[in-house]
Nanobody, 127 residues
């Protein structure tokens, strides 16, 4: 089992940047694929980034490509989400999640593939 704690959310103006962090504890962090998700009021939770156990393979939906960057430091048990050029439509609660994988280069793209979730951090982008 792994415990996840997000931080770094806040209020930012459109065009600004934020860096979210997700600190993990418990089972070996490098055993997990990590994803960042977000959920806006009245909407379903959606994935915004995923990173493989190897740290070298990443995936983003079109909506955030070129603006968001996911990275991980397995030695520090931490994952980051750098968010640039933020838009009001990026406003949501952001969650990190961990999914077990036996493959070093796998990604997980559906929320049902993730086993553990953090409590979320609010990101609000004002226009």
């Amino acid at each position: 089992q792994v415990q996840l704690v997000e931080s770094g959310g806040g209020l930012v103006q459109a065009g600004g940047s934020l860096r979210l962090s997700c600190a993990a504890s418990g089972r070996t962090f490098s055993d997990y694929v990590i994803g960042w998700f977000r959920q806006a009021p009245g909407k379903e939770r959606e994935i915004v980034a995923s990173i493989s156990r190897s740290t070298t393979i990443t995936w983003y939906p079109v909506s955030v490509q070129g603006r968001f960057t996911i990275s991980r430091d397995n030695a520090r048990n931490t994952v980051y989400l750098q968010m640039n050029s933020l838009k009001p439509e990026d406003t949501a609660v952001y969650y990190c999640a961990a999914g077990i994988s036996t493959m070093w280069g796998n990604l997980l793209l559906s929320k049902g593939s993730y086993d553990f979730w953090g409590q979320g951090t609010q990101v609000t982008v004002s226009s």
